[in-house]
Structure formats: C-alpha cells, structure tokens
T-cell receptor, first 107, second 111 residues
C-alpha cells in the first residue's frame, strides 16, 4: 500500500537554528497535510498543500509540495522553544501519516 | 467548548476485558475517525465513519468495533483486550477532504 516516509526521525537544534523535515511518497499524492503534536498532546492541523510546486508560509514555517507531488517539506526558520514537538505529514485521501520528526529545541 | 472530546482520558485494565472509549464532536463534521498511536508515535488509521457508514477499516482485528449512534458520536469498543492494544487512541473529525480535528486522546494500558 501507499506509504509516506518521513525524515529525519529526530532533530535536536539550538534555539535560533533552522529545521527541516522531509516527507516522501512512492506514489503521487493528491494532497498533503502537515500536523504538529506537542509532547503529551494531540495532533494539530497546520496546513494542506494540493497543487504541484505549491509553497505556503505561516510566519516562520514554510511548506513546500514537490513538482511531482511525491514529496513535501516543512522548514522552520529560527526555531524557538515553542516549536518543540513531533511534526507529521499525512496523505489525507488514504489517511496515511508519516512516521513523524521529533524536534527538540535547546534554549 | 471542546470541539472533539474523548472519555476516558486514561484507561487501565486487565487482559481479556472488554472496554469502550467514547468520542463526541460538536463541529457539525460529517466524518469521524479513530487512530491508534503506539509507543513509537506512529499514527495509524483504524476506522472512519461518514454519515453513519464505515468507509475504511485498515486491517484492524475484529475485536475492535466502532459504533456510531449519530453523526456527532463515534465510539470504539474493544473485546478481549491484549497487551499489544496498549497505546494512545485518538478520535478525530473533519468535513470531507479537509483538516482533521483531533480529540485529546485516550491512553489505554493493558496489564
């Protein structure tokens, strides 16, 4: 079945450094969603990308959808301690979630 | 005004028991879901209900049965609990093809 692979599994950064997580699919995705889960919390929707090559920004977060619609990335500029959590990509149509990238930010 | 609520928040039980987890959403969404998140944080879809019809069921043992009395509720019943069922179970809801709103989760521990 269709799988969504996510890397890296873990990322430790110093506050102020940038962070990127990547999501890759073996097949073309109709859309991709990104969620953030704080420690002990539940996944919270961040954004949905639908168009090939789409780029969306939310303050310090930049989301990209690949031209072939098989990969996506989330980039955080100048991380803050409030960015700590696990970031998941998800293919909504198939309800597949990536394995997640756990981000730790050291103050 | 909690959008998606689940009860109980914690559930500790013995192997072999039967238990239920309740979920309610007040967002007027037409689709509800159950996810299982294991200790490694993998999120796996278990069920989805749209207008009271089951639309997906991802290789979940038949010990698990979703029950939807109405559009706002999707309960999860588990028979003959096993050690491997220990996990956090999340309920979620959405309008078709849109963002999912997750409940706070139910941490199930089977002893």
């Amino acid at each position: 079945g269709q799988q969504v692979m996510q890397i890296p599994q873990y990322q430790h950064v110093q506050e102020g450094e940038d962070f990127t997580t990547y999501c890759n699919s073996s097949t073309t995705l109709s859309n991709i969603q990104w969620y953030k889960q704080r420690p002990g919390g539940h996944p919270v929707f961040l954004i949905q990308l639908v168009k090939s090559g789409e780029v969306k920004k939310q303050k310090r977060l930049t989301f990209q959808f690949g031209e072939a619609k098989k990969n996506s990335s989330l980039h955080i500029t100048a991380t803050q301690t409030t960015d700590v959590g696990t970031y998941f990509c998800a293919n909504f149509n198939k309800f597949y979630f990536g394995s997640g990238t756990k981000l730790n930010v050291k103050p | 005004d909690t959008a998606v609520s689940q009860t109980p928040k914690y559930l500790v039980t013995q192997m072999g028991n039967d238990k239920s987890i309740k979920c309610e959403q007040n967002l007027g969404h037409d689709t509800m879901y159950w996810y299982k998140q294991d200790s490694k944080k993998f999120l796996k879809i278990m069920f989805s209900y749209n207008n009271k019809e089951l639309i997906i069921n991802e290789t979940v043992p038949n010990r698990f049965s979703p029950k939807s009395p109405d559009k706002a509720h999707l309960n999860l019943h588990i028979n003959s609990l096993e050690l491997g069922d220990s996990a956090v179970y999340f309920c979620a809801s959405s309008r078709t093809a849109n963002e999912q709103f997750f409940g706070p989760g139910t941490r199930l521990t089977v002893l």
